[in-house]
C-alpha cells in the first residue's frame, strides 16, 4: 500500500469483513441463547410442576438461569449492537488521520523538493553571474544567449517550482532601450516559432510589463480575468491581442534591480493556467511560494547586467586614459 487511499480503502474493507464476521456470530449467538433460555425455563417450569414442592427449588434453579440467558440474548448483545458502530466510526476515523497524515507528508516532501530546486537554481545562477564577472560580458548576441541560458534554469524545474504540466507557459526579459521602449532581450515558450517570433514591446506605465517598470514594484495576478486585474493587466489599444486574456491567465513582472537602486528591466513568467503566479497567502499550508524563484532570477539577472555595465564602463575608462597620455 502506497498511498493513504489504499490504506483506506484497505482498513475499510478489512473493518467490513469483520463486522460482517462479528454480526453473523452475534446473531447466532442472540438466536441461541434466547431461544435456548426459553427453553430450559420453560422445561424447568413444566419439570417443577410434576415434581414434589420439597424437590422444586434445582428446577427453579434452571429456570432462573433460563431467564438469564433470555436475557443476555435480547439485552446485552444489543450493547454489542452499539459496540460495532463505534467500531465502525474509529475504523473511518483511523482511516481519515491515515489520509491527513500521508497528505501532510507529501506537502513536506513537496516543500523539500521545491527548496532543494531552489537552492540548486540559485547556485547555477550564482555561477553564470561569477563567470560574467570574470569573462566579462562578451558580445551582445552573447549577452542575450546568457540571458537566455539563465530563464532556462527556471524553465528547467517549472514543474517543481511552479506546479506546471502542460501549460501553455512564457519567461521573457525585457530591457530598456535607446528610445527607452521596453524590448524582449531574452524570452522562453514551449513552442519554438512562438519563441522566435516577434515580440511586442511597452513604454514605461504601458501594459504589465511597463507598469512594473514605472512604479519599480512587482505586478502580480493570479487570475487576470478578475475584474480588479483587468485594468492593470489588459494591453493598450494596438498592442492588444486576441487571445491576451486566455494565454496570460496568470502573470508575474519583477523588476531586475539590485537593492535601493532604479530597475534595468522586468522579468515576465504568464501560464494560461489560474494561481500559477500568485502572492502567496499567510494561511497556507505550504511553503512554497510561487513568485520567489523569479525574485531569485530577477536578482541574478540584475547582477548579471549590472557586472556587465561595469565591466563596459572600466573598457572605455581606460581608453578614455590611453587616449589622454
Known amino acids: 500500500m502506497n498511498d493513504a487511499g489504499e490504506q ?5 474493507e478489512t473493518t467490513h469483513t469483520l463486522l460482517k464476521r462479528f454480526s453473523r456470530w452475534r446473531r447466532w449467538v442472540k438466536i441461541g441463547l434466547v431461544a435456548g433460555g426459553a427453553l430450559v425455563a420453560g422445561a424447568a417450569g413444566v419439570a417443577a410442576n410434576l415434581v414434589d414442592p420439597s424437590n422444586k427449588w434445582p428446577f427453579y434453579i434452571f429456570q432462573g438461569l433460563g431467564l438469564l440467558m433470555v436475557f443476555t440474548g435480547g439485552v446485552v448483545m444489543e450493547f454489542l449492537d452499539e459496540g460495532a458502530a463505534d467500531a465502525i466510526r474509529r475504523a473511518n476515523e ?19 523538493q521545491w527548496f532543494t530546486r531552489l537552492y540548486a537554481g540559485a547556485a547555477a545562477l550564482r555561477d553564470v553571474v561569477e563567470r560574467v564577472i570574470a569573462s566579462g560580458p562578451g558580445t551582445p548576441d552573447d549577452q542575450k544567449r546568457r540571458l537566455a ?7 528547467s524545474d517549472s514543474a517543481v517550482l511552479f506546479g506546471m504540466d502542460s501549460d501553455r507557459w512564457n519567461f521573457a526579459i525585457y530591457l530598456p532601450n535607446a528610445a527607452g521602449d521596453l524590448e524582449c532581450a531574452a524570452c522562453r515558450r514551449p513552442i519554438r516559432a512562438e519563441e522566435e517570433a516577434a515580440h511586442r514591446s511597452w513604454r514605461p506605465g504601458e501594459g504589465h510589463v511597463g507598469i512594473a517598470f514605472q512604479t519599480q514594484r512587482e ?14 493587466f489588459d494591453a493598450p489599444d494596438g498592442l492588444r491581442r486576441s487571445d491576451d486574456r486566455v494565454r496570460y491567465r496568470s502573470i508575474a513582472s519583477i523588476p531586475i534591480r539590485l537593492t535601493g537602486e532604479q530597475p534595468v528591466g522586468i522579468l515576465v513568467a504568464t501560464s494560461d493556467v489560474p494561481q500559477r503566479f500568485r502572492l502567496n497567502q ?13 525574485r531569485v532570477l530577477a536578482n541574478a539577472l540584475a547582477l548579471a547586467i549590472k557586472a556587465s555595465e561595469l565591466y563596459i564602463d572600466s573598457i572605455e575608462g581606460s581608453n578614455h586614459d590611453q587616449a589622454h597620455n
Not at 483506506?8 to 475499510?12: I, P
Not at 483511523?94 to 500521508?102: H, I, K, P, T, Y
Not at 541560458?149 to 524553465?155: I, K, Q
Open 8 to 12: 483506506k480503502q484497505w482498513l475499510r
Open 219 to 232: 505586478i502580480v495576478a493570479g487570475d487576470t480575468s478578475e475584474p480588479e486585474a483587468q485594468a492593470l
Open 282 to 294: 499567510h494561511d497556507e499550508d505550504n511553503a512554497r511560494d510561487p513568485v520567489e524563484p523569479l
Open 149 to 155: 541560458a539563465m530563464l532556462d534554469v527556471a524553465v
Open 94 to 112: 483511523l482511516a481519515d488521520a491515515v489520509e491527513e497524515r500521508d497528505n501532510a507528508i507529501g506537502s513536506l516532501d513537496r516543500d523539500f
